[in-house]
Nanobody, 129 residues
Framework: QVQLVESGGGLVQAGGSLRLSCAAS?????????????MGWLRQTPGKEREFVAA????????YYADSVKGRFTISRDNAKNTLYLQMNSLKPEDTAVYSC?????????????????WGQGTQVTVSS
């Protein structure tokens, strides 16, 4: 069982930046470590479908971004600290959402939400105009 806890959300003005973190624990079951899990960030706004934001493979060597955030957001991971990050720059009001991190035991990049097995509770990001 993997537990994921997000932090770093908040209220920011348009054009500002935030850095989200996702701390992982419980992943040592069966001898697995954080580094064997593919990770992703997704976001959801009330009344809208969940949107995939960014993904990263187990080593951090391959990343994926939705077109809506490409060039503004950067996903990264520190396997030594069991932590996933999302650096968000040039934020826009349309980026307002609850952001959740997710994990799945996979060596490849995973870019669809339904493939993830473990989810955090989410952190609210609000961008004011």
């Amino acid at each position: 069982q993997v537990q994921l806890v997000e932090s770093g959300g908040g209220l920011v003005q348009a054009g500002g930046s935030l850095r989200l973190s996702c701390a992982a624990s419980g992943h040592t079951e069966g001898g697995r470590t954080f580094s064997v899990y593919a990770m992703g960030w997704l976001r959801q706004t009330p009344g809208k479908e969940r949107e995939f934001v960014a993904a990263i493979n187990w080593s951090g060597s391959i990343t994926y971004y939705a077109d809506s955030v490409k060039g503004r957001f950067t996903i990264s991971r520190d396997n030594a600290k069991n932590t996933l990050y999302l650096q968000m720059n040039s934020l826009k009001p349309e980026d307002t959402a609850v952001y959740s991190c997710a994990a799945v035991f996979a060596a490849r990049l995973v870019v669809t939400g339904y493939e993830y097995d473990y989810w955090g509770q989410g952190t609210q990001v609000t961008v004011s105009s």
